[in-house]
């Protein structure tokens, strides 16, 4: 390891002075799981897993930092006596870090905590998600705050829309949702995937979301990519995105669109292999080189 490799930062990167570029900011948040368990560790189990990943990346063309200040910032507290309070909390610490002036990268933690970190943005956002689920239900086992409705609620919190790729599992009421609401715009993973259509539906996405306007927040739930990648994820699916499909979304966007902050999350640490936290911080760090790339 590199002399200056400091163990609990991201990417083992050693603590720098001044002002930071971008902060990774853990939100270890798992109230509604309803399935595979684990998501509180996951955004450490991220951080160390990243000491481990290469720093050069093609798209910048040298190692990270590449001159950015990336900061490890202390992790939300996990206070609250309720769901509401635990959401008003993220949405207090999501405040914080919009508010410094940096990029926030926010490693979760179950993707309940989105409508939370939106609570603390200051501007209404377009969402581009990646994920397997639509999560756009009412509700789950009567929690209308479950993370099976995060996007739903998102836009109950004033997201402006959401345009959403490698859905694959939802259901009725989620489909009525997607075909009659205007603000949900949906690429099927069994469209995007396939190996007859595959290519020209991919295409519409990549040119879709080079064309939104305004102020936009990526949110990355792991399971999104295919089961294989990310065994551990609270509820992996098969049949989802390759790796390099969420690399083409991330660099599509940061290059066309004003990313003003994103979320990896679902991260679980898996036991017999760093395989699904490995992954989970390939792409925190594909968005970190992404943001720095295209930085005015």
């Not at 720093?55 to 910032?73: K, Y």
């Not at 995060?150 to 402006?160: K, M, N, P, T, V």
């Not at 469209?191 to 007859?196: E, G, H, K, R, Y």
Request: net charge negative.
């Amino acid at each position: 390891m590199d002399d200056g490799f400091v163990e609990g930062n991201f990417l083992g990167l050693a603590d720098s002075d001044g002002n930071s570029d971008v902060n990774i900011a853990s939100i270890p948040y798992e109230l509604t799981t309803s399935y595979g368990q684990g998501t509180a560790e996951g955004p450490a189990a991220c951080i160390i897993a990243s000491g481990q990943v290469e720093l050069f990346d093609d798209l910048l063309g040298e190692e990270l930092p590449a001159g950015a200040v990336i900061r490890t910032v202390e992790p939300w507290n996990g206070e609250g006596n309720s769901l509401q309070e635990q959401l008003d909390g993220i949405g207090k610490y999501a405040e914080k870090q919009y508010s410094s002036g940096a990029f926030p990268i926010f490693l979760g933690g179950e993707h309940g905590m989105l409508p939370g970190i939106l609570r603390g943005c200051p501007q209404k956002v377009t969402l581009i998600q990646i994920d397997a689920h639509a999560d756009l239900r009412d509700e789950l086992d009567g929690e209308p705050y479950s993370h099976a409705c995060a996007i739903a609620r998102s836009l109950d919190e004033g997201a402006i829309g959401v345009h959403q790729v490698g859905i694959r599992a939802y259901c009725s009421q989620e489909r009525d949702y997607i075909e009659n609401d205007e603000r949900v715009n949906t690429w099927f993973a069994k469209d995007v995937m396939s190996p007859i259509t595959g290519h020209k539906k991919w295409d519409e996405w990549i040119e879709a979301i080079s064309k939104i306007e305004g102020p936009v927040h990526l949110t990355v739930d792991i399971d999104g990519l295919d089961g294989s990648l990310v065994p551990a994820t609270g509820t992996p699916v098969p049949g989802g995105l390759s790796f390099w499909h969420v690399v083409q979304t991330i660099e599509t966007a940061f290059a066309n669109c004003e990313i003003i902050s994103a979320d990896v999350n679902e991260i679980v640490p898996q036991k017999d292999t760093p395989l699904t936290q490995f992954t989970a911080a390939m792409i925190a760090t594909k968005i970190t080189a992404a943001f720095i790339a295209n930085r005015s």
